[in-house]
């Protein structure tokens, strides 16, 4: 039996030892990595096709520096552990010049390590997690609006719209993205002069809200702030209005999603919600009408938030190659730090940490659409 | 069986040290030896599972909590308590070890029973990573773990960090050799065949499950530590039941009983979700499918499959199996 198992090693050794690997000069490698397979997939392949779109049309004129642009493809399945293992693949065995993802935070926190030690440009596609940019690596930058700016710039909307609102009651859902919306509105409003007076949680798939929603009117609040996803909230829009509450409804991007008007009815109607891409808030925009126009094209679809993530940062990766000339990566952060560019949510800069500067949009159901609540 | 001559044995057997010893150096490339380091992390892990599961008969879904537990243990001391790293990479196996006593109470079930049991452990220590973020900075993951050292030597690279794992592996390798092949071996395989005729032997099956249960997590204790400085990122989605199973099905991929197996299962099964992703979406598939032809070699996994090979080319003409 042992001899069987060292003839096995030995020719697993053997065929380790296979073939090499070409270098290709006439291309530019790109790698990019999110969940194709899992729970996140839909994600995955959101960030694919938005990315797809500017690289092709790219290529199609000429490509980028004289060579074309090849994207490498790798699936985290969601795992942070798979992430690390794909982005060293792609900075020391595909030599890629730049790296776009992942979608969930702990994986793009994961991968940014691994970017930091090996000083290759890392732009996050849809990870919010405001840390992540916090642990001082200038190779990392981010396409999203981390959560603590999105909580912020919902306050500042709240108290520059809304100046009577200065008590509200707070639902939300008992995980860390619920706990960290209240938290971080909490803080931003104080500047405001808004206070929270009642927090409500509940756990995630409740169906029946009425013990907080009778708590919440109790409380005599100007306004509610609710940090859910959608589904819930769609069904807490549902209780307040059996309840008679009329208040205004402030939301979190978890609302953001076609099924809130689609579950809610005409319970929403007039309720706000932050979110990271609206066709109705970015309808001004020339990159936003022209990612629509594209995605119809192409995939017969109107682009979600991811679309339109990846979109602009894949615009952000040209534009930096192009103004670096040149595939050095050091050359390439540098022009990444300094870009000024419209995307499809607005005029892309970024902050000191890498965060993009734009503020985030709200938006305000009217007769089951979505509008732009900043107009 | 064997049919080599003895003479020969030592000479192959060298020749697979010498070929070990010089893999990084023969493929330096760097994903390559990432992997292959990722391997023997692995390979660590289905040797403790192959003790408990393999030789012991224990069915056990929640050797990803030894393992988790190994983890942030050592990174924990060494990078918020300044603990030097081959101190907190001990402790990190003491404390799984320590941690797998306290399923001494349970170790009375039996099978499916004993494997709900762990999988309900497994749950549990899940949740304390996840939750308890003062200790283990919860979802978002621990970062900035400093690599192993021993002394002056520092394994901060996939070039140094394969002796570092090899060297762990290979320990552990020879210490079950040893004591599969014991006293105290005898008495598992005791046990495996039947609790109750090992009663009646005068074995005490509650106290050999526990001496059993604790070597196999202060095993996974030890791949946890090398995960976490290997990784230098821990977060609690990798520590999950998915990764108990995976353990398992390296432990069976590799063949029931055999320790080599355990290895080779662990590479291969690495080996194969890495390299795979070349086929995207198909990947799953393909490693399901794998899967399947493994099974198909039958209970015995890999491990039978020179011996089928060998009788296949001795026999012309296909017979039934011999069972």
Known sequence: MKRSWVTIVLLAGLVAAGP????SQEVIKIGAFGPMTGGAAGSGQSMREGIDLVMDEVNASGGLLGRKIQVLYGDDAGKPEQAV??????TTADQVTLIIGGISSPTSMAASQVTGEEKVPQIMVASTAARITLQGNPWI????VPDVKLTADLADFIAEKFPKIKRMAAIYVNDDFGRGGVTGFTEAAKKHGIQIVVEEKYVRGDVDYTAQITKIRAANADAILDWSRYHEGALIAKGLKQAGVTIPVFGADGNAHPKYIELGGDAVDGNYYATHFS???????PVARKLVEKMRAKYGKDPDYTHSEAYDAALVVVDAVKRAGSLDREKIRAAMAATDLEGSRGRIRFDKNGDPTFVTHVVKVVNGKETDARK | MGGLARGRRPLLVLALVVLLLAIPWLLPQRYFLRVVDLGLVYAVLALGLQLLVGSAGQLSLGHAAFYGTGAYTSAILARKLGVPVEAAFLAGAVVAALLALTLVPVLRLRGNELAVATLGFGVIVHAVILNEEWLTEGPFGMMKIPPFRLGLLVFDTEFRFYYLGLAVTAATYLAFRRLTRSRFGRALEAI???EEAAVTSGINPVRYKSKVFVIAAFTAGLAGGLFAHLNR?????DFTLTESINILVMVVVGGLRSLEGAI???M?????SEYLRAFKEYRLILFGALLVVFMALGAEGLRGLPAKLAAAARRPAPEPSDG
């Open chain 1, 279 to 285: 066709p109705a808030t970015s309808s001004h925009l």
């Open chain 1, 85 to 90: 293992s794909i982005v060293k693949r792609f």
């Open chain 1, 20 to 23: 090499g690997r070409a270098l």
């Open chain 2, 268 to 272: 291969i099964i690495i080996f194969a």
């Open chain 2, 233 to 237: 990122y821990l977060n609690p989605n």
């Open chain 1, 141 to 144: 930058f981010r396409s999203a």
């Open chain 2, 192 to 194: 495996r065949q039947s």
């Open chain 2, 264 to 266: 080779v299962g662990a």
